[in-house]
């Protein structure tokens, strides 16, 4: 699709790759700079600086993906104003999410003491980790208030369909980011702290210009009679407890998620370190395909937050058929590597023997639920798009609780392989809980006349 062409047309499957593999990348390049951030503490820090970066990190993966409602919310219900042409509510809707996102920053801002002492607390670091944790996190917090405000901003991005807005500008997160790391915590030798600032300082940097990309696109779009930052719809009272819901939904349904992960993790560390570290492993292959089938999801919850606000049923059917059978041969794909090669995949991560041998003999269930974690990804893109974050949310608790209901009997029965199943129920439970959801969903589109 070129950069003319109208954003929510009836696209192609060639239509849809093209939409996907920006998406694709911009996501691939986000470990690429935990790797950075690691080489260089292990090169230029101590021991506690390496062990003060892990725990850190962790906890603002906890906090930010806890947030990721800003971006999801704000995609579906900018999809739907640009499908239905109200351009005035395009950018009330990223408004919203954008002073949402700063006001939650400077929660987390003013509430830093208690986080950080409650966290490394229950971690029972070291006093040299904790100190040096407690350093990179004041020091990466200050961005906080501008990350958030980055996830608002990259949904409008997506919600618009401008996927290679959105490389550009995780492209410029991440490499400024990396650089900024080398040179605080390098070359000015600031360790963990330095790593937290060159953060903070490229979280602002890339917030402040992807703002400017969005001004130019929607004051270009900008033709109709109402100011262009339409401060009474912004401040409508219905389309704010409407954005308030969905967000706390989406965060219900993120918490779920990440129960079900931290469950598979903890009871993996039952069965011993070499399993432990087997799963974790496992997990990257996991992460790895995720980032390809994100990729379709994100374009489905633009075309479908297209269709939803044209109230245009053919449309909604057509681009959920091809975006799904784009992912779906990609899963196929995917999973097919990791049988056939997922042996090599497992050597260039791990030389110890003991944990390789145990990750080969858990390949088959990896595949497995990457083959079948499409169905999951592809709905969740659906249910985004048309912002129904409650069929959402019920879908994520009763996942969860048949993940629970079946790793209990079955761990105990099958050891880490009955774990792996029950890891596969939980990724199929999520898209079975929204099938029915699915089928109101597309009854309640009214035919376009």
């Known amino acids: 699709m070129t950069a003319s062409a109208p954003p929510f047309a009836d696209f192609t499957r060639a239509d849809v790759a093209r939409r996907a593999w920006p998406i694709v990348v911009a996501n691939a390049s986000v470990p690429l700079l935990g790797l950075v951030d690691t080489a260089v503490i292990g090169h230029y820090g101590a021991t506690a600086d390496l062990g003060a970066l892990a725990l850190g990190a962790l906890l603002f993966n906890f906090i930010y993906w806890s947030f990721g409602f800003l971006r999801m919310a704000t995609t579906g219900f900018v999809a739907q104003a640009a499908g239905a042409g109200d351009e005035p509510e395009v950018r009330a809707a990223l408004a919203r999410s954008m002073l949402m996102g700063l006001a ?51 949904g409008a991005l997506i919600g618009l369909g401008r996927s290679r807005t959105l ?7 991440n490499g400024l980011n990396a650089g900024l790391d080398v040179y605080f915590a390098g070359v000015l030798d600031m360790g963990a702290r330095g790593i937290g600032l060159g953060t903070a300082i490229a979280e602002w ?26 401060w009474t719809r912004i401040r409508d009272r219905a389309r704010l407890r409407r954005t308030l819901a969905a967000n706390g939904d989406i965060m219900v349904r993120t918490l779920c998620l990440l129960g079900g992960f931290g469950w598979f993790v903890s009871q993996g560390a039952r ?34 937050g297209g269709a939803a606000g044209a109230r245009d049923r053919a449309r909604f059917r057509r681009v959920v058929r091809l975006s799904s059978e784009l992912a779906l041969a990609t899963a196929a794909v995917l999973a097919a590597g990791i049988w056939l090669l997922g042996g090599a995949m497992v050597g260039l991560l791990t030389s110890l023997q003991e944990v390789s041998s145990a990750a080969q003999a858990y390949l088959p269930w990896t595949a497995l639920y990457v083959l079948l974690s499409v169905g999951a990804f592809q709905l969740d893109g659906v249910f985004i798009g048309a912002t129904r974050t409650r069929e959402m949310r019920n879908a994520g608790v009763v996942s969860l609780l048949a993940f629970l209901l079946c790793a209990w009997p079955a761990a105990a029965l099958w050891g880490n392989h009955g774990l792996w199943a029950a890891f596969v129920v939980f990724v199929v439970a999520r898209a079975l809980a929204l099938l029915p959801y699915y089928r109101a969903l597309d009854r309640g589109f009214a035919p376009r006349a």
């Open 104 to 154: 939650l920053g400077a929660g987390l801002l003013l509430l830093q003491w208690p986080l950080v002492v409650a966290y490394f607390a229950a971690m029972d670091a070291s006093v040299a980790v904790e100190s040096t944790g407690t350093a990179y996190f004041q020091a990466r917090i200050w961005g906080a208030p501008a990350a958030l405000a980055l996830y608002a901003l990259c």
């Open 205 to 230: 940097a890339t917030c402040v210009v992807a703002a400017w990309l969005l001004w130019r696109t929607l004051r270009a779009r900008h033709a109709d009679a109402e100011a262009f930052l339409p």
């Open 167 to 173: 490389l550009l500008v995780q492209l410029l997160l």
């Open 271 to 304: 069965f011993g370190d070499a399993t432990l570290a087997a799963n974790h492993i496992l997990l990257q292959l996991v992460s790895f395909s995720a980032f390809f089938l994100d990729g379709f999801a994100f374009v489905a919850e633009a075309l479908v």
